[in-house]
């Protein structure tokens, strides 16, 4: 009985520590804690948090990475964002989600095309 447990106890912590290699923090399945210093958003009636211009959205138990939701408006554009036209008009492009300057927001609007 003693040697069952033993090894059912080994397999399960050999089986944890191949998810965990498989799923290292930070994949698609999550965080258990933000990043010091993220704050709270609501766009939309939806909850994010944002630090360093990536945003967080709480799934169950953990948070995940998520695009930029569409109409946020941010003070600024990432750091890193490149100056494009799009039908002659001007727009930040920044991990393939576009900004435009919105006067009356003042503020970068996220948008697309």
């Known amino acids: 009985m ?21 799923h290292p923090a930070g994949s698609h399945h999550g965080v258990r804690h933000l990043p010091a210093g993220a704050v709270s958003v609501v766009i939309s009636g939806v909850n994010y948090w944002l630090k360093d211009d990536v945003y967080y959205r709480k ?4 948070y995940v990475k998520t695009a930029a939701p569409k109409n946020a408006t941010l003070v600024r554009v990432p750091k890193g964002a490149l100056l494009v036209k ?28």
């Open 2 to 22: 003693k040697t069952l447990l033993i090894a059912s106890l080994t397999g399960l912590l050999t089986f944890s520590a191949m998810q965990a290699a498989a």
């Open 59 to 62: 799934q169950n138990n953990v």
């Open 86 to 113: 799009h039908k002659g008009k001007p727009y930040y492009r920044y991990n393939n989600v576009y900004y435009r300057w919105e006067p009356k927001a003042r503020g970068y609007k996220v948008v697309s095309f």
